[in-house]
């Protein structure tokens, strides 16, 4: 348990420095956009001190909640999909293997027309497949940017509050 308390520790302080990160990056994008498109601006008084924060951007997504939720669900669902292909795969197999036994008893006519129609299923099967994994994709797409975008919005609000100007990327 001590040692489970001292990794959640650290994972937050993790967390805390990578929004703080974020925070600043955004922060400095806004400012030098800001100042790039207004005229003849009066310089500064004074230089700002920067106070800089470090954060693993690619540790939080990995070890993140949010991030293990998002995976969760996308790895239900490619579940979910590859069972129903392969359901539909083991049908295919099963008419090809029928069809073999046929054979003899069919016309060459008849069977060429039940193996161009069992062609035609396993192309559909295939391009199904193919649409499967790009809505998996889209999904998992999707889902990481929202984290991705509520991690930075965090790190912004973290680095605010600890006054950071700069927030960097392990």
């Keep these: 348990n001590k040692l489970l308390t001292d990794i959640n520790r650290w994972l937050n302080r993790k967390l805390v420095a990578a929004v703080m990160a974020a925070t600043l990056i955004s922060m400095t994008s806004a400012t030098t956009f800001a100042q790039s498109t207004t005229p003849a601006a009066p310089p500064p008084a004074a230089p700002q001190p920067v106070v800089m924060g470090v954060m693993d951007v690619q540790f939080i997504l990995t070890n993140a909640k949010a991030a293990k939720t998002v995976r969760a669900a996308v790895e239900k ?94």
């Design 77 to 170: 669902q490619a579940a979910t999909y590859q069972a129903e292909l392969a359901q539909q795969e083991n049908a295919i197999r099963t008419a090809d293997q029928q069809l073999q036994q046929q054979r003899a008893a069919l016309t060459s006519q008849d069977y060429e027309a039940k193996k161009a129609e069992l062609g035609q299923k396993v192309e559909a099967l295939r391009q199904k497949a193919a649409s499967r994994n790009k809505q998996l994709q889209q999904m998992d797409n999707g889902a990481m940017t929202q984290v991705e975008q509520a991690l930075f919005q965090t790190t912004a609000d973290i680095a605010k509050a600890r006054g950071l100007t700069l927030v960097l990327n392990k």
